[in-house]
């Protein structure tokens, strides 16, 4: 089946840094735009850093300069880097990928399972 696997979150003290991974498996042609979104306790979900097929990456302006998405495109992978981690970073992360399954066939949107980060004083 077609999915996208999260991993490497955790609790950090602040200042600290994790890296979050997305694998997407399956039977895959091409994979467009991939991206983190994150939803912090009794709050909604907002767009953290997208990184669309053929351009460059975008952030929010509350994590520029602090994390750092990129793509692997031998092992079909997303990355989310952080640094310098507040507590206001504290989520439940969500990695994002449209994908193409079939030559000729439109885009699918795609979630991945969710990974808590969490950020101690």
């Known amino acids: 089946q077609v999915q996208l696997v999260e991993s490497g979150g955790g609790t950090v003290e602040a200042g600290g840094s994790l890296t979050l991974s997305c694998a997407a498996s399956?039977?895959?042609?091409?994979?467009?735009?991939m991206g983190w979104y994150r939803q912090p306790p009794g709050k909604q979900r907002e767009l953290v850093a997208s990184?669309?097929?053929?351009?460059?990456?975008n952030y929010a302006d509350d994590v520029k300069g602090r994390f750092t998405i990129s793509r692997d495109s031998a092992k079909k992978t997303t990355y989310l880097e952080m640094n310098s981690l507040k507590p206001e970073d504290t989520a439940v992360y969500y990695c994002?990928?449209?994908?193409?399954?079939?030559?000729?066939?439109?885009?699918?949107?795609?979630w991945g399972q969710g990974t808590q980060v969490t950020v101690s004083s």
């Open positions: 994002n990928a449209d994908l193409k399954m079939r030559k000729g066939r439109a885009y699918v949107p795609y």
């Open positions: 399956g039977s895959i042609l091409d994979i467009g735009n």
């Open positions: 990184f669309p097929s053929g351009g460059g990456p």
